[in-house]
């Protein structure tokens, strides 16, 4: 089983940048593919990002794309966050997220192991 840690986040305002990372720790964790949700209070959890950790295939949720970027570092087991022109809308708390499935990965239910969440705020 994959634990993941978050790091990162904090304050910031439009059109900053800030940079999030996700330690992965267990067996396994080759094999899984890797996320970013976000979840904002009274809204649902929202798919950021993700990338398959063992061929570096990367997607991006429409609101982020061109935005964020998402990468990994074999040798460090982490995923981590880009997060630039930050705007007022992406203020929520980050998740990272793990699943062995290769189907269905823009959906929340799809990933069975979760980071603690960090969160992200951007003022105007």
């Known amino acids: 089983q994959v634990q993941l840690v978050e790091s990162g986040g904090g304050l910031a305002q439009t059109g900053d940048s800030l940079s999030l990372s996700c330690a992965a720790s267990g067996r396994g964790s080759v094999n899984y593919v890797m996320a970013w949700f976000r979840q904002a209070p009274g809204k649902e959890r929202e798919f950021v990002a993700g990338?398959?950790?063992?061929?570096?295939?990367?997607y991006y949720g429409n609101s982020v794309k061109g935005r964020f970027t998402i990468s990994r570092d074999n040798a460090k087991n982490t995923v981590s966050l880009q997060m630039n022109s930050l705007k007022p809308e992406d203020t929520a708390v980050y998740y990272c997220a793990a699943t062995s499935k290769t189907w269905a990965l823009y959906i929340s239910s799809t990933y069975s192991v979760w980071g603690q969440g960090t969160q992200v705020t951007v003022s105007s």
């Open positions: 990338i398959r950790w063992s061929s570096g295939f990367t």
